[in-house]
């Protein structure tokens, strides 16, 4: 008897260590929001802040199952983008336009084939983007995408205009982008997620500032598309005086807060703010004032080993490229203070981490780490099959 009553105990100790380890376990949700921050001192010398929702659910970001099968399982499409960037194709001025991007069709010879094979694909789906987006766009022409000089500069892949990709051009008024972005998102994102605030609501505020653009992505997958809503603001010749970097100052706030989206569980990885510096020399960051996560090498790319406290990890954090991101872990905001670094000065010193200290739940968090953060700069890098 005495023995029973020690198994009920010690079975009762193991359920309730079971639920607290569960009720802290890390979750990963399909919707993701992105703030990134690119200073250009390399190339066009401009900085660039941009706030991108994705998702592969429809439901989350609302395209009709029909059409977005139709279009992940055409598998010469590789894209279908709306847009009003200013010359979205060269060609097109002061019009808003919605792309269809064709892969190349070997067999098709010369300009004539080639726009025809495009031709033939995209009008089967226009009327219906038309009708999804409330636009009513127009064809305008075939480009033909002969090189990938700035996918290579920034490291995309080259999905929306790389070399053998083709896009049908369809034209509309241009729109400005407030009027543009409220409309879109409203068809787009769910009213859950609009009033769940985050990053959504910086991207709402950015869309009112000058040089504001937004775009609209379908790139479909082997088994969904990825669906991406982003916001962006130039910021013309700006970066070359920039060595102390504040990244909410190009997002216009000083607070930036995570979408109450994700308030029901522990999803530090589905909230990531991106800084990209690319420099014409040699540099490094410094003087960081926030929080740096302890992370592991694996695979040639930093991982956190620590995703329940905040902080950024710089990866690389010296050279002419470097990218950090920052995680919330189980905090919901950070003010502008804590985001704050430098460029140049003495080399960052990184904390040092136990490479023996692995366990299993480490390695499974490692593994769920490196697919998140693989989403959360998917647009940037651009779509890599």
């Known amino acids: ?39 250009d001192k390399s190339i066009s010398q401009n900085v660039s802040a941009s706030i991108t929702l994705q998702s592969t ?7 009709p199952s029909e059409l977005e099968q139709r279009i992940r399982e055409n598998d010469r499409i590789s894209a279908v983008t709306l847009t009003n960037q200013n010359q979205c194709i060269l060609g097109v001025d ?99 997620i609009r009033e769940s605030g985050g990053f959504y609501d910086v991207a709402q505020n950015l869309s ?36 102390e970097v504040n990244p909410l100052k190009f997002l216009k706030t000083d607070e930036l807060k995570r979408s109450k989206y994700f308030s029901s569980g522990f999803y530090p ?26 992370a592991q090498l694996i695979d040639g790319e930093k991982i956190p080993i620590e995703i329940t406290k905040p902080g950024w990890i710089f990866d690389p954090a010296e050279g002419t490229r470097i990218q950090g991101k920052y995680i919330f872990g ?17 080399q960052l010193q990184t904390p040092k981490t136990n490479e023996t200290s692995f366990d299993e739940s480490t390695i499974v968090v490692i593994i769920i780490t490196i697919v998140a953060i693989a989403a959360a700069i998917f647009y940037l890098k651009g779509y890599k099959k």
């Not at 009762?12 to 919707?31: H, R, V």
């Not at 040089?211 to 970066?239: C, G, H, R, W």
């Not at 905001?333 to 003495?346: D, H, P, T």
């Open 1 to 39: 008897m005495q023995n029973i009553l020690v198994l009920i105990v010690v079975f009762g100790i193991m359920i309730f260590a079971t639920n607290e380890i569960f009720s802290q376990e890390m979750s990963l949700a399909t919707f993701q929001e992105t703030a990134q921050v690119l200073i």
């Open 57 to 63: 659910s429809i439901q989350e970001i609302k395209i």
């Open 208 to 243: 009112t500032q000058e040089n504001s653009k937004m775009t609209f992505s379908i790139i479909p997958t082997e088994n969904k598309s990825l669906l991406q809503l982003k916001l962006s603001v130039d910021y013309p010749q700006t970066a070359p005086t920039i060595n």
């Open 330 to 346: 189980e905090t919901t905001s950070v003010n502008a203070e804590k985001l704050i670094f430098s460029i140049g000065g003495n």
């Open 94 to 192: 002061n019009d808003s336009c919605i792309l269809i991007n064709v892969k190349r069709d070997p067999a098709d010879k010369n300009f004539l084939q080639i726009q025809n094979s495009t031709l033939r694909i995209s009008e089967q789906f226009i009327d219906e983007i038309n009708e999804v987006f409330d636009t009513n766009a127009e064809f305008h022409s075939t480009f033909i995408h002969t090189n990938d000089e700035t996918s290579r500069a920034l490291e995309t892949s080259g999905v929306i205009s790389g070399r053998g990709t083709i896009s049908a051009v369809y034209t509309m008024p241009m729109e400005d982008t407030a009027s543009m972005y409220e409309k879109i998102s409203a068809i787009l994102i769910p009213k859950v």
């Open 269 to 294: 990885l589905n909230s990531i703010l991106q800084v990209v510096i690319l420099s014409p020399d040699e540099t490094n960051i410094s003087d960081v004032k926030g929080n740096i996560i302890p």
